[in-house]
């Protein structure tokens, strides 16, 4: 039988993107024999303001064997242990969503049961104080996880913020010696067999031809191969996310060094602001439709704490996904296959899924459809169900101080997220579904911050005997504090392992 192994990818666009998955194909796919070029144009500005992660980026950094320290030292990173949002529920009020384990079970009956009962009757505390991670967010604090049986401090969860040019550049010197090519030009045209519509080669400005098996599009919002190219098509979510732009700047940092990312809800949008080594980024997700550019510009610049470092970058875009993030031998990652504004910090996230499905379902030269139709049926999950998580916090709020909010607290929502809010205000119950990024506990803290609360305990809770129940919550309180008091602050921490002012140059 003749060999149909894939012999040529070729990789449009850089940027993050493009250099996750050049590195990742590099490393996974050095023994099948295929060359791997990246195609880019220094003249094509990246996005590159996407600068927080969620933890499962850790595994993506380990999978590629990098050194972590120096990693974080070359990308001025620093170490994120979770979300706070500001203002989203009303003025005034708080929540975080932090990483890993909040409380635990008690046999088969989940932590947010009885935690939920606890909170009506008057005995319990603020969910946050059952989370090491959310107090160790709120004083400061950053460690890795020890070798501690049964503590809190073995299980310690985070991800990263980072420059997103520093990282791409970073990926880049990886993936170049694993023997990617690059090339710099920019495609002036796509060719389409006329048999079967696949594509067969582009063509750069310089005339060279570029012939390849399997083609990955990470060219942005523009999606050049997906979309002007295959013609796939995109399913526009703007009517429940109606945010539609952004404007971002940095600004030096003025206060101590924060261990999570916040979020803090404005007029017509919300402002991020994520703290780095060197600097911190800003930005406001606004809608257009209430707000001008220039009000959402002035909005973000006198609310940054310190000096701006650059200019304003503005950025428009569609909230929204391709109907189809695999078409025949083109594959879209990043921005060329959708794009969810980055309130969860998903964006990065996106991009490491696409990249392990296509290695999950690594097709060769006959590209079965099989293979096709099971990596679009993922992502578009996945997609949708982080659609109705960022939609969950909009929706849910109590504001009603000014247009965009009054719009978002009646829209119509998804029959999937519905269901979701009906379960626990029911009984608090919350099911997860196959392949679902965000765990049980996520929808908990945001389910709650949004003051949504069940009607009646789990009928199974009461199987418990109330004063272990009680007790039980007292230690996982007092252990959690004691163990966010002995963490180090984050700024130490990163002197003392990974300070990017003692990298060379």
Not at 95 to 106: A, E, L, V
Not at 339 to 347: A, H, K, Q, V
Request: hydrophobic residues 40%; aromatic residues 10%; contains cysteine.
């Amino acid at each position: 039988m003749e060999n149909q192994s894939i012999r040529q990818v070729a990789i449009v666009g850089g940027g993050t993107a493009g250099w996750m998955t050049a590195a990742s194909l590099a490393k996974f796919l050095k023994n099948l024999g295929c060359r791997i070029r990246l195609i880019e144009s220094e003249q094509i500005g990246t996005v590159g303001v996407g600068e927080a992660t969620i933890p499962p980026i850790m595994e993506y950094i380990r999978a590629l064997g990098i050194d972590e320290n120096d990693l974080i030292r070359k990308t001025k990173s620093t170490f994120k242990l979770g979300i706070e949002f500001k203002d989203w529920t009303r003025i005034g009020h708080s929540y975080m969503h932090p990483f890993g384990q909040t409380g635990f079970d008690m046999g088969p009956i989940p932590f947010s049961a009885y935690w939920l009962k606890a909170l009506r009757e008057g005995t319990a505390s603020r969910l946050e104080e059952y989370s090491l991670q959310a107090m160790a967010a709120y004083a400061g604090k950053f460690m890795r996880p020890v070798n501690a049986e049964n503590s809190p401090l073995a299980g310690i969860t985070y991800a990263l913020h980072f420059d997103a040019s520093l990282f791409a550049r970073y990926l880049r010197t990886i993936a170049e010696a694993s023997g990617v090519a690059r090339t710099e030009g920019r495609v002036k045209s796509v060719s389409l067999r006329a048999e079967d519509g696949f594509i067969e080669a582009l063509t750069l400005d310089s005339g060279e031809r570029v012939e390849a098996d399997l083609f990955i599009d990470c060219s942005g919002f523009r999606g050049l191969l997906i979309e002007d190219a295959l013609h796939t098509g995109y399913e526009n979510w703007n009517h429940w996310l109606p945010c539609d732009r952004a404007v971002a700047a940095p600004c030096e940092r003025t206060g101590s060094l924060s261990s999570h990312t916040r979020s803090t809800a404005k007029s017509a949008g919300w402002q991020w602001r994520i703290p780095l080594q060197h600097r911190v980024g800003n930005g406001y997700v606004y809608s257009s439709g209430f707000v001008s550019d220039t009000e959402a510009q002035d909005e973000l610049l006198s609310s940054i704490e310190g000096k701006a470092l650059a200019s304003p970058l503005k950025l428009q875009f569609a909230t929204g996904r391709r109907k189809r993030f695999w078409n025949k031998n083109c594959v879209a990652i990043g921005l060329s296959s959708g794009f969810l504004e980055p309130l969860e910090s998903t964006s990065i996230h996106f991009i490491q899924r696409g990249i392990t499905m296509l290695l999950t379902l690594f097709p060769d030269r006959n590209f079965k459809m099989a293979d096709i139709d099971r990596y679009n049926k993922i992502l578009g999950g996945e997609y949708e169900r982080v659609r109705d998580f960022l939609l969950l916090h909009y929706s849910a709020t109590e504001r009603d101080d000014g247009e965009l909010w009054r719009y978002c607290r009646n829209v119509r929502l998804p029959d999937s997220l519905v269901e979701r809010i009906e379960l626990f205000r029911s009984h608090g119950r919350i099911l997860r579904e196959n392949h679902e990024l965000f765990p049980t506990q996520s929808w908990l803290y945001v389910m709650v911050g949004q003051n949504i609360m069940p009607e009646c305990d789990d009928p199974l809770v009461n199987i418990l005997n109330p004063q272990l129940v009680k007790e039980n919550l007292a230690n996982i309180r007092d252990v959690i504090r004691k163990c966010a008091q002995a963490m180090p602050a984050h700024a130490d921490f990163i002197k003392q392992n990974c300070d990017a002012a003692a990298e060379p140059g």
